[in-house]
Nanobody
Framework: QVQLVDSGGGLVQPGGSLRLSCAASEITFSIYTMGWYRQAPGKQRELVATITSSRSTNYVDSVKDRFTISRDNAKKTVSLQMNSLKPEDTAVYYC?????????????WGQGTQVTVSS
């Protein structure tokens, strides 16, 4: 059974940094697009960043130049380095693994890790 385990969240002051990690198991990790999503209270879950199997990256505008997504296929991990954190970055962050075969989409999710940015 596919498992994604998120870690690395916590409480940080504005301007600080955190590094989130996601460890995957029972998955052919290298062929999946990996991503991080977040959900703030009362808001819909939003895409933060993705990295494809060929390591092409994409970021939501609000985190560009502050966050960096990376992957280690040998270790089956994906990370999100978050710098210059702002209070509006406060949310539960979820790791995602995605691939599609024809019209069928395969999505797997981590359990989420809380990030709180506050002074």
């Amino acid at each position: 059974q596919v498992q994604l385990v998120d870690s690395g969240g916590g409480l940080v002051q504005p301007g600080g940094s955190l590094r989130l990690s996601c460890a995957a198991s029972e998955i052919t990790f290298s062929i999946y697009t990996m991503g991080w999503y977040r959900q703030a209270p009362g808001k819909q879950r939003e895409l933060v960043a993705t990295i494809t199997s060929s390591r092409s990256t994409n970021y939501v505008d609000s985190v560009k130049d502050r966050f960096t997504i990376s992957r280690d296929n040998a270790k089956k991990t994906v990370s999100l380095q978050m710098n210059s954190l702002k209070p509006e970055d406060t949310a539960v962050y979820y790791c995602n693994a995605y691939r599609s075969i024809g019209a069928t989409r395969y999505d797997y999710w981590g359990q989420g890790t809380q990030v709180t940015v506050s002074s």
